[in-house]
């Protein structure tokens, strides 16, 4: 279960970082996801430290 303020769900990670990872910006994701860009660069320094586990809440 996301936190109760959270933009994102695990699901909703994921798919951010396969759009990064797909060759799009991270600010242009961020928009179209609804966050900023420092979250969702976080997310993806999280997933490339831990792998998907990085993506769960903390």
Known sequence: MSHRNA???VH????L???VLGGRP???V???MGISRPTAHKW??????EGDTGLADR
């Open 44 to 49: 993806i320094r999280r997933w490339r430290a």
């Open 7 to 9: 933009r994102l769900t």
């Open 17 to 19: 970082v396969d759009r």
């Open 30 to 32: 961020a928009a179209e």
């Open 26 to 28: 991270v600010a242009h």
């Open 12 to 15: 909703g990670r994921r798919i």
